[in-house]
Nanobody, 122 residues
Framework: VQLQASGGGLVQPGDSLRLSCAAS????????MGWWRQAPGKEREFVAA????????LYADFVKGRFTVSRDNAKTTGYLQMNSLNPEDTAVYYCAVDPANAAWKLLRYKYWGQGTQVTVSS
């Protein structure tokens, strides 16, 4: 399984970004796609996840309704819509896949994308 994350960039506080994660290879039809982020000097932290078959979602508390995770089954692409961005959201964002559909906010994802940089600054 290969994951290609894209959509990061430099934005101002209050702006929005939509990250994409294109999955290829033998993903199967029942897997979990998660989004994680890592800021300089900090540990990687869970952001959100979506179950590909059911569409069930889970968010980190700090998302506070600002982010929305979704997927396009036909394109095997996941999305993370991020609104009301603030400087604390600055990090490298990673998408990951757990074929077992069980990891959710645990760091047990088997496949990881290369990451896309999100910088929020005025």
């Amino acid at each position: 399984v290969q994951l290609q994350a894209s959509g990061g960039g430099l934005v101002q506080p209050g702006d929005s970004l939509r990250l994409s994660c294109a999955a290829s290879g033998r993903t199967g039809s029942s897997f979990l796609m998660g989004w994680w982020r890592q800021a300089p000097g900090k540990e990687r932290e869970f952001v959100a996840a979506v179950s590909w078959r059911s569409g069930a979602t889970l968010y980190a508390d700090f998302v506070k309704g600002r982010f929305t995770v979704s997927r396009d089954n036909a394109k095997t692409t996941g999305y993370l819509q991020m609104n009301s961005l603030n400087p604390e959201d600055t990090a490298v964002y990673y998408c990951a896949v757990d074929p077992a559909n069980a990891a959710w906010k645990l760091l047990r994802y088997k496949y990881w994308g290369q990451g896309t940089q999100v910088t929020v600054s005025s």
